[in-house]
């Protein structure tokens, strides 16, 4: 059995209003990892990422270019304790 690992990342430059959180979401469900993307007020993305290591690994490698239209600054990361508390990955308003 993989590792199951959770990331919470911050994803900066022009990453809001370029799809980044729907695109996001698609990247995680084919990924089978679990969680949550949503938008912050200073035009940052947030995300909490779980699963196991591979898939986890894959998405936050992914948000460092992130959908065509967006422009990626930097991908601050902070690798937590696994919870599993998520059943899929959503977008958070």
């Not at 994803?11 to 698609?26: A, H, N, P, S």
């Not at 084919?30 to 699963?51: F, H, K, P, Q, Y």
């Not at 239209?69 to 059943?87: H, K, L």
């Amino acid at each position: 059995m993989s590792e199951k690992v959770r990331a919470h990342i911050i994803i900066t430059g022009k990453v809001q209003g370029v799809f980044f959180r729907m695109e996001t979401q698609l990247e995680a469900k084919r990924l089978g990892v679990t969680g949550w993307v949503r938008n912050r007020r200073d035009g940052s993305v947030e995300a909490i990422i779980e699963g196991n290591k591979d898939g986890v690994t894959a998405l936050v490698k992914w948000c460092h270019s992130g959908p065509p239209m967006a422009t990626v600054r930097d991908v601050d990361i902070n690798w937590e304790n696994y919870s599993g508390a998520f059943d899929e990955f959503d977008i958070n308003f």
